[in-house]
């Protein structure tokens, strides 16, 4: 009985005794905790003491330059606000609303353009686009799409409707606007169709063809256009 009872005893003696052993390892956290308490106390003394190390000095400097950093940058967003006069605040409202009126405006005038053209009145369509042509440079890239799109419509219903040379007119005006553009050459081609001179309508057809040929997304948009007016025009 006491044979089987040793072998336990010496098992526990071991474990208690062993500094290097699992059971101190297991309270490496308890040990880590209590030697990061005593050097904070160490720190504290330290401190109160005056012995400050080289690089406690160099920290306390760095942060002490970024709080002075900080508190002494000032805040913009306030600095701007108060220099704002009661006339500036009063012109910003108004020109916010200019701004709100001319799109307004703008998209009074596409949605009127369309109307003519649903009811084959191309002339007064050309005569309203005009209108948009004065605003187009001050547009976005996006509203002058919206404008180059509407204008490529215009000139289409007036060749489609043999207005020839009212188309001829329009389709220079809106090249001077855009530069040069594929569907604005075949759209002359097709007005000088309409006029019976071929020569120059293949003039025109071939350089709608030439024009960024390597270009293969402008191609397609090129012939969605076609595509979109003889089916849906």
Request: glycine share 6%; proline share 3%.
């Amino acid at each position: 009985m006491p044979a089987a009872i040793l072998p336990r005893q010496r098992s526990f003696r071991a474990l208690t005794t062993d500094t290097e052993g699992p059971s101190q390892r297991s309270r490496g956290g308890l040990v880590g905790t209590f030697r990061l308490k005593t050097a904070s106390q160490k720190a504290k003394v330290q401190l109160e003491q005056g012995v400050v190390s080289p690089m406690n000095r160099k920290s306390i400097a760095a942060i002490s330059f970024l709080l002075f950093v900080l508190l002494s940058a000032p805040c913009s967003g306030v600095v701007i606000d108060s220099d704002l006069t009661a006339e500036e605040k009063e012109e910003i409202a108004i020109d916010d609303s200019v701004a709100k009126a001319e799109k307004r405006r703008l998209e009074i005038i596409l949605a009127k353009i369309r109307l003519h053209l649903l009811a084959d009145e191309a002339d007064g369509a050309a005569e309203l686009f005009r209108r948009l042509a004065v605003v187009y440079p001050a547009q976005d890239d996006i509203t002058k799409s919206r404008i180059t799109r509407t204008g490529y419509s215009v000139a289409y219903a007036l060749a489609e409707l043999e207005k020839s040379r009212e188309a001829l007119k329009f389709a220079d005006e809106l090249l001077q606007l855009i530069g040069d553009d594929s569907i604005v050459f075949h759209i002359k081609g097709i007005a000088f169709d309409g006029l019976g001179k071929t020569g120059d309508a293949e003039e025109w057809k071939h350089r709608a063809f030439s024009h960024k040929l390597e270009d293969e997304e402008y191609r397609f948009q090129v012939a969605q256009f076609f595509f979109n007016q003889r089916n849906y025009g």
